[in-house]
């Protein structure tokens, strides 16, 4: 089944503030962030079941390299997966969860 991608308008803030925080560490850094978060995206949308879920039917993909985390669930009515969150690891573990009240 293909899948389309939807996400929630904070998941833009995430990845922007994030690629700002890799620019300001090392030239260039922020790019393959970038590209970590678009392979790992592109690998839960060919089998999104594969990640188990974590609560409240949010599943969590991880990219390479990167601490960050995809929190994300499975919406088969519409064929799609939708992104609720791209957080850091050591970000407040309850960030995710509060998007979806």
Known sequence: MAYRL???DEVIK???DAKEWYKKQ???LET???IAIESALLQLLEKP???SIRYKNIRVAHPK???YNIHFYIDQANSAVVIIAI???KRHPKTAPKRLK
């Open 14 to 16: 995430d990845v922007q």
């Open 32 to 34: 393959e962030f970038a």
């Open 49 to 51: 079941a594969i990640y």
């Open 6 to 8: 939807l996400y929630l």
């Open 26 to 28: 090392h030239n260039g």
């Open 87 to 89: 957080v850091h690891n």
């Open 65 to 67: 390299r990167f601490p």
